[in-house]
C-alpha cells in the first residue's frame, strides 16, 4: 500500500492541487492537523460546514476528505513545541508515545490509508508529525511505501 504525506505552506495552489496532488495516484486526503480551520491555513483551511478545500479536492483531484484527530497531537504537545518549550527531538519521543496510547495501528481503519496522503502544514517531513505517523503506521501495519510529496 502507498502512504503520500505533504505540507501545505510554501506551496502555491496550483503547484499543490495540480502538480502534485493529482498526479500522485492518491486518492483520499487525511488530514492529521489539530487545527484544520485556523485562519492560517490558507487554501487548505477547513470549515466545520464544509468548505472550499474540501471541493477544490473533489474537483480538482477526485480526492475525499477526512479529518483524523487521532494523528493530531495533543494540544500540550503541541503548544509545548511551537513556543520552544521542547526539542525536536523531545517532541518526536512524545507524540510516539501519544500514539502508542491511543492504540491508532489498532483503532483506525487500515483499508482508509490505502493510496491515502497524509496532510499536515510542515513544508517538508523532517520535523513533522506526519512522517511519524506514517512510519509509525508502517511499522505496525508492514506493507506500507511512504511517499512524501
Known amino acids: 500500500m502507498k502512504l503520500y504525506t505533504i505540507g ?5 495552489a496550483s503547484e499543490f492541487f495540480d502538480e502534485l ?3 500522485s495516484g492518491a486518492k483520499r486526503v487525511i488530514d492529521v ?3 484544520p480551520s485556523s485562519q492560517l491555513a490558507g487554501f487548505a483551511k477547513v470549515s466545520k460546514s464544509g468548505g472550499d478545500f474540501e471541493f477544490l479536492l473533489d474537483r480538482l483531484c477526485d480526492m475525499d476528505y477526512v479529518h483524523t484527530p487521532l494523528l493530531a497531537p495533543s494540544d500540550e504537545l503541541f503548544t509545548s513545541y511551537r513556543g520552544g518549550d521542547i526539542t525536536w527531538d523531545e517532541y518526536a519521543e512524545r507524540y510516539l508515545e501519544l500514539l502508542a496510547v491511543r492504540e491508532v495501528a489498532r483503532v483506525l481503519d487500515r483499508a482508509l490509508f490505502a493510496d491515502a496522503l497524509l496532510l ?7 520535523r513533522c508529525h506526519r512522517r ?8 505496525h501495519w508492514g506493507d506500507i511505501e511512504i511517499i512524501h510529496l
Request: hydrophobic share 25%.
Open 21 to 23: 496532488l493529482r498526479p
Open 33 to 35: 492537523r489539530l487545527r
Open 8 to 12: 501545505f505552506t510554501k506551496k502555491s
Open 132 to 139: 511519524l505517523a506514517a512510519e509509525h503506521l508502517q511499522r
Open 120 to 126: 499536515c502544514s510542515e513544508h517538508t517531513p523532517e
